[in-house]
């Protein structure tokens, strides 16, 4: 079945970075687009970026320029490399796998915190 398990989340300090991972299985990762999204408290989850089989990337304006996503098709893995992190990036990053056979799917997140 499709699994979806992020990694790499942590605390940080403003100005800082960290690299999430995504491991994936279950499906053919290199023919699948793949995206990131966040849920910060007390907000609804928002679309952070995504990257297509290609590897081409689009973001959110909120984190253009600061957040770049990449695939190792070979490691069945996605990366989101976080640079500049800013406090309102603190959130639960969660790894997605859009419209397969009807349905989404999502990991279980990892907790990103950044401190000012």
């Known amino acids: 079945q499709v699994r979806l398990v992020e990694s790499g989340g942590g605390a940080v300090q403003a100005g800082g970075s960290l690299r999430l991972s995504c491991k994936a299985s279950g499906f053919n990762f290199s023919i699948n687009t793949l995206g990131w999204y966040r849920q910060a408290p007390g907000k609804q989850r928002e679309w952070v970026a995504t990257?297509?089989?290609?590897?081409?990337?689009d973001y959110a304006d909120s984190v253009n320029g600061r957040f770049t996503a990449s695939r190792d098709n070979a490691r069945r893995t996605m990366y989101l490399q976080m640079t500049s992190l800013k406090p309102e990036d603190t959130a639960v990053y969660y790894c997605?796998?859009?419209?397969?056979?009807?349905?989404?799917?999502w990991g279980q997140g990892t907790q990103v915190t950044v401190s000012s």
């Open positions: 990257i297509t089989s290609d590897g081409s990337g």
């Open positions: 997605h796998l859009p419209d397969f056979r009807t349905r989404d799917y």
